[in-house]
C-alpha cells in the first residue's frame, strides 16, 4: 500500500507560480503522475513521470508552463507551475502507478493522494 500526501497548493494571482510536492510512503518504484479536476468537470490529465525519471508527458494545456520531476532518495514528486491561469483553477492530485511508463488515463494509476486546491484569480 502506498500512501500519497500532497502540500503547496494555494492562492495564487495569474501569472505566477506554485510547487507542489507529493510524498510517497515505501518504495518509490512507480511512475508518478498529477492530475486535476475543476469544479464541474471531469478529472483529467496533467503530467507524469516514468520510473527514473527519465521520461515526462504532459497535456497540451500546460506544455511550457508545468514541468514535473522526481527525487527517489526522497520519495517525492513535484510539480512546479509557472505561468498560472485562471483555468488552472483545480485540485490536484497526486497518483502512482505500477508501470514502468505512465499512461494519461486515470485508470492506470494505483494510488491516489488526498489532492490540494490550486486557485489561481485572474
Known amino acids: 500500500q502506498v500512501q500519497l500526501v500532497e502540500s503547496g497548493g494555494g492562492l495564487v494571482q495569474a501569472g505566477g507560480s506554485l510547487r507542489l510536492s507529493c510524498a510517497a510512503s515505501?518504495?518509490?518504484?512507480?511512475?508518478m503522475g498529477w492530475f486535476r479536476q475543476a469544479p464541474g468537470k471531469e478529472r483529467e490529465f496533467v503530467t507524469a513521470i516514468s520510473r527514473s525519471g527519465g521520461s515526462t508527458y504532459y497535456a497540451d494545456s500546460v506544455k511550457g508552463r508545468f514541468t514535473i520531476s522526481r527525487d527517489n532518495a526522497k520519495n517525492a514528486v513535484y510539480l512546479q507551475m509557472n505561468s498560472l491561469k485562471a483555468e488552472d483553477t483545480a485540485v490536484y492530485y497526486c497518483t502512482a502507478s505500477k508501470l514502468v511508463l505512465p499512461r494519461r488515463s486515470g485508470s492506470s494509476y494505483d494510488y491516489w493522494g488526498q489532492g490540494t486546491q490550486v486557485t489561481v484569480s485572474s
Open positions: 515505501g518504495r518509490s518504484s512507480y511512475s
